[in-house]
């Protein structure tokens, strides 16, 4: 058997370490942004403010906007989302393009694992 190589399909080693490094970021980011979220859910209106009107009423009404905030989160979320929108999309299409690259090389692993089943 010295000198003899296997001629068969093989399943390539790169590909398979790379789907499982892929996997595993994708994983621990699923797990972090998880975490991120359930620690504001349970931080958030928790946190009394003591300041909240601390000698603003004592202030001109145009002074007065600028210490206290009239508008709520979620109008100013989305106005930062239309005002920054070119970047947000980008983004959510650049982790898509990953996505679907992770999906072809699942393909490519999968076809040869056939390859290498069927010459058995």
Not at 4 to 33: A, D, M, Q, R
Not at 36 to 58: F, H, M, P, S
Not at 71 to 88: A, H, M, R, S, Y
Request: with cysteine; charged share 15%; hydrophobic share 45%.
């Amino acid at each position: 058997m010295s000198g003899k190589h296997y001629k068969g399909p093989e399943v390539s080693c790169c590909i398979k370490y790379f789907i499982f490094g892929f996997n595993v970021i994708f994983w621990f980011l699923g797990i972090t942004f998880l975490g991120i979220g359930l620690w504001a859910w349970n931080e958030k209106e928790d946190v009394i403010n003591t300041q909240c009107g601390y000698d603003a009423r004592q202030k001109p009404e145009v002074d007065q906007q600028i210490v206290i905030y009239t508008k709520g989160c979620v109008p100013q979320f989305e106005k930062w989302l239309q005002d920054n929108l070119t970047i947000v999309a980008g983004i959510f299409i650049g982790i898509a393009l990953l996505q679907i690259f992770g999906i072809c090389l699942a393909q490519n692993l999968v076809s040869d694992i056939e390859a290498v089943r069927a010459s058995w």
